[in-house]
C-alpha cells in the first residue's frame, strides 16, 4: 500500500488492522520535517510529486523488498503540500516474522524511496530564502 497526502500523517489509522498471523516484529520508520538541514535553520518544507508515477515506482520497491527480505507486507504514505517543523513527511511501516527482516527491509526501502520516486522537496529558510533539494 502507498499513498501521497496533503493531510497530516497519523501513525493510528495506519495501524489499525495491520497485523498478520505470520508477524511477530512491526518495524516503522517516521521522517520529520526538522528545523536545520546543512547548516541552514529551515521554517518550513514543500513537497510535490507526481502520484502516479511514485504509485509504480513504488510497487517495485515493494515487490524487492518482498524478495529481498523475509518480509509480510509494506505500508507507507508521503506528505506532499507544506510541511512545519515536526510534521511527519513520511510513514512506513513493515510487517515480518522477526525484527531483522523488518527493520533491514525499513531501511532499504525508506533509502530507495529518496533515490527513485518522483517527490520533491523545497525548503523555506529563516533568512527568507527557499530553494528545491535534489531536484532534476
Not at 498478520?20 to 518550513?44: C, I, M, P, Y
Not at 510541511?83 to 531483522?100: E, F, P, Q, S, Y
Request: net charge negative.
Amino acid at each position: 500500500m502507498f499513498a501521497l497526502s496533503d493531510q497530516p500523517i497519523t501513525e493510528h489509522p495506519l495501524l489499525r488492522d495491520y497485523t498478520h498471523d505470520e508477524a511477530g516484529a512491526l518495524a516503522v520508520f517516521e521522517g520529520r520535517v526538522r528545523v536545520k538541514n546543512q547548516g541552514r535553520s529551515v521554517t518550513q518544507l514543500e513537497y510535490e510529486g507526481a502520484e502516479a508515477l511514485a504509485q509504480n515506482e513504488f510497487v517495485r520497491i515493494e515487490k524487492e523488498a518482498l524478495d529481498r527480505f523475509d518480509i509480510v507486507e509494506v505500508r507507507c504514505v508521503h506528505r506532499v503540500g507544506l510541511l512545519k517543523i515536526g510534521d511527519v513527511a513520511v510513514w512506513i511501516g513493515v510487517l515480518a516474522g522477526h525484527r531483522g527482516p523488518a527493520f533491514d527491509a525499513c531501511r532499504y526501502i525508506i533509502d530507495e524511496l529518496k533515490k527513485r520516486l518522483p517527490i520533491w522537496k523545497k525548503e523555506y529558510y529563516t533568512d527568507g530564502d527557499s530553494g528545491w533539494i535534489n531536484a532534476p
